[in-house]
């Protein structure tokens, strides 16, 4: 393996210091492991970071551009121009579980963009509070999830979710949108809808949670973490490259069109479970996107169904 080369430059904002990436290859960045270089990345996981690392942007006149986890994500293979910040806690480190409130029998529990969805999934459980016990086992971070309305095992994101505080990278100031405002649906919010670089940051989320057992809430989200690593195949991936058409499943219909296993350059179909991609070790975007285009076409020719991408696909191509 050839060592890993950063260029890395503190610059000085309001004062303080600011680490800032060239040229940051994105591969590093996503669950894929695949996409081309970033003009500047800053990797932030707190608050305090994420605001020097927008001032920064601001002052240099950047576009930027928010991730999470990465992991619902293909970035193309000419990078992402101006800033992308890395929004999300390292591994390991200690999480905060903000203050709550009560309102009606139920619990709002604010948690920082940053958390990692599993852990809000394993530590509700654990707390006794039912509502996001389908998170555990996924990966990307709350951030994301709210933007994509995330979900599994018949639960999601939107259904506990009470609003979120947003940065509003326009107007400079800070807003909160309710869950209406985010319009929650299969996969997709208000936020969502709207054109990269989307102008907003989630900052924090506030979930509405029940109280429950906590032995039976742990167990359930054990068994769906379990489920996760029994049916999903392990390696670069993405998780569902497609949405599920009403009434069936993209899987099944990739699997019925004689795909799995099927591939392009260093992308293949999963034979574990279809609507999952796996990049098999240095694969391009281009090839992703042949694989997913081809994969289209053909469950379009036989079942006369046109998959939707759950996928999304940003950054430029390679000029
Ligand atoms: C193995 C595997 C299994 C998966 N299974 C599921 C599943 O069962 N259900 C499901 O819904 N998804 C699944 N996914 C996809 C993914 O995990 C979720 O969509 C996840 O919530 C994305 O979070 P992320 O932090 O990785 O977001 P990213 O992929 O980094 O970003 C997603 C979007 O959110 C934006 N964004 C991220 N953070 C912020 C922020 N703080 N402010 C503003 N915008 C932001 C990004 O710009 C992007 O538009 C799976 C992925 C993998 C790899």
Redesign the pocket.
Known sequence: MPARVERATVVTVEGRPLRVLESEPLGRYT?FRIGGPADFLVRASDRETLELALAWGEREGLPV?????????LVCDGGIRGLVVA??TGGGEQQDVLPFECEDGAILMAFP?TAP?SWIGHRTSELGLAGMEWAAG????L???V??N???HGGDVGSALVDVELYDLRRRTLVRWTREQLAPQY?LTS??ALP?P?G???LQARLRLQPGDPAKLRAIAEANARW?REH?PTGP????VFKNPPGTFAGYLIEQAGLKGFQVGRMRVSERHANFFLNLGGATAEEALTLLEEVRRRVAERFGIVLEPEI?VIGEPKG
């Open positions: 669950t551009t928010v991730i999470g986890g990465g992991s619902n994500l929004f999300r963009a969805l996924l990966p990307g971070v951030g994301g999830a933007v994509n995330a979900g599994a996969r936020l969502k990269q989307r907003y940051v989630v996760r999903q991936c993405a998780g569902s999304e």
